[in-house]
Each structure stands twice: as structure tokens, then as C-alpha cells.
């Protein structure tokens, strides 16, 4: 079983920076593919980003891409994954969840995730 705990939300006002981590515990592998995904209220949750077990792959929405960047730290016994949010507009309000998935080429694919995190509140004030 694998825990993902989401950190780093809350209320900022547009063009502001906001960084996301997502700490993994329990029966966790570096291999595995970590993606952040988004929703907001009355819409259907959608892929943010991605980044491979390696780390050397990344992927992107296309409305946040040079906006945002993911990362993860595998060294850490926390095997942590960040997203970084910079020039945030109000249209980036949403929870935002972590998850897992073992098969990288799905990354994009909510129902492929075998492990969420509760989410991160992130308002966007204009």
C-alpha cells in the first residue's frame, strides 16, 4: 500500500508562485511514475503533469506548460515530488491531487492511477 500526502496549497493572488509537494510513504518505488492532477468544482479531474521514476521524462498540459515545472527528489527517503506553479491566473484554481501509476505511457490517464493523495486547495484570486 502506498500513501501520498499533498502539502503546499492556499490563497494567492494572480501572478504569484505557489510550490506543491507530494511526500510518498508505505510500499512505494522510484520507478514509479508520479503525476499531478486537478479539479475544480463541477469539472472532471485533468492531468497537469508528469514526470517518470528516472526523473528524466517530463510531461505537460498544454495551459501549463513555462508555467509550471515537476520534479522529484529520489535520493530522499520520502521520495518526494514537487510542482512548482509560477504566474498563476485565477483559471488555476482547483484541488489538486498527486497520484501514482506504474505504467508511465498512461501518465496522462486519471482512471491508470493506482495510488491518490486527499489534495491541496489552491485558490487564484484575480
Known amino acids: 500500500q502506498v500513501q501520498l500526502v499533498e502539502s503546499g496549497g492556499g490563497v494567492v493572488q494572480a501572478g504569484a508562485s505557489l510550490r506543491l509537494s507530494c511526500v510518498a510513504s508505505?510500499?512505494?518505488?522510484?520507478?514509479?511514475?508520479r503525476g499531478w492532477f486537478r479539479q475544480a468544482p463541477g469539472k472532471e479531474r485533468e492531468f497537469v503533469a508528469a514526470?517518470?521514476?528516472?526523473?528524466?521524462?517530463?510531461?505537460?498540459a498544454n495551459s501549463v506548460k513555462a508555467r509550471f515545472t515537476i520534479s522529484r527528489d529520489s535520493d530522499s527517503a520520502k521520495n518526494t515530488v514537487y510542482l512548482q506553479m509560477n504566474s498563476l491566473k485565477p483559471e488555476d484554481t482547483a484541488v489538486y491531487y498527486c497520484?501514482?501509476?506504474?505504467?508511465?505511457?498512461?501518465?496522462?490517464?486519471?482512471?491508470?492511477?493506482?495510488?491518490w493523495g486527499q489534495g491541496t486547495q489552491v485558490t487564484v484570486s484575480s
Open positions: 497520484g501514482e501509476i506504474n505504467t508511465e505511457i498512461y501518465f496522462q490517464y486519471a482512471r491508470y492511477y493506482n495510488y
Open positions: 508505505g510500499r512505494t518505488f522510484s520507478t514509479s511514475t
Open positions: 514526470i517518470s521514476g528516472s526523473g528524466d521524462n517530463t510531461y505537460y
